[in-house]
Each structure stands twice: as structure tokens, then as C-alpha cells.
Nanobody, 122 residues
Framework: QVQLVESGGGLVQPGGSLRLSCAAS????????MYWVRQAPGKGLEWISVINGGGGTTYYAESVKGRFTISRDNAKRTLYLQMNSLKSEDTAVYYC???????????????WGQGTQVTVSS
């Protein structure tokens, strides 16, 4: 079964940095476009970033562009999100997700993890 385990969250001050990890198993990790999404308190899921299977193509939401960097290590079956210049509005539970279809960027993702809490506060 598909399993995605997020980690690396925590409490950080505004302007600080945090690196999130997502350990994947149960599917051919390298064949899937992978996403990071988040859910702020009282709000719905927000798409943050996406990366293709080989790691050479990335896209970001305008709200995080220039501050966050998505990457992956297929040998380790791990997805990463480097978050810099964090703002209070970045406070949310962060989830990783896989595209519904192998090899394709359908913009339809499935998240299976519990998520990791990121709190940005002074």
C-alpha cells in the first residue's frame, strides 16, 4: 500500500528555515510527480509545489516562490521541501502527495500521510 510519512516540522521564528522530508513506499516513487500541499488552521488544502519524477522540473505557488525549494532523492525514496524566509502565514500542517497517475502531471494528487506541523511564530 502507498505510504507517505512526513517529518521535519516544528516551531521556527519568522525569517527562519526548516527542511521537511517525506519518506515514500508502496509505489514506484521515481515514476510519479510529487507534490507538497499544506492546510492552515481553518482552511482547505493549498498546493505549494510539484516536482517531476526525475527532479528536473519544478513549479511553485506564488506564495512560496523564491522561498521554498522542492527536491527529491529517488534512491532514498524521499521528497524534500526546503523552506526559507518563513512567515507566520506559512503556519500549517504540511503534507506530501503523489500524482494519481504514473509519469503524468495531472494536477490531481492523492495524499496519504499524517502531515507534519510547521508553526512560524516569534
Amino acid at each position: 500500500q502507498v505510504q507517505l510519512v512526513e517529518s521535519g516540522g516544528g516551531l521556527v521564528q519568522p525569517g527562519g528555515s526548516l527542511r521537511l522530508s517525506c519518506a515514500a513506499s508502496g509505489f514506484t516513487f521515481g515514476s510519479y510527480w510529487m507534490y507538497w500541499v499544506r492546510q492552515a488552521p481553518g482552511k482547505g488544502l493549498e498546493w505549494i509545489s510539484v516536482i517531476n519524477g526525475g527532479g528536473g522540473t519544478t513549479y511553485y505557488a506564488e506564495s512560496v516562490k523564491g522561498r521554498f525549494t522542492i527536491s527529491r532523492d529517488n534512491a532514498k525514496r524521499t521528497l524534500y521541501l526546503q523552506m526559507n524566509s518563513l512567515k507566520s502565514e506559512d503556519t500549517a500542517v504540511y503534507y506530501c502527495a503523489k500524482d494519481r497517475t504514473a509519469l503524468l502531471y495531472t494536477r490531481q494528487y492523492v495524499s496519504w500521510g499524517q502531515g507534519t506541523q510547521v508553526t512560524v511564530s516569534s
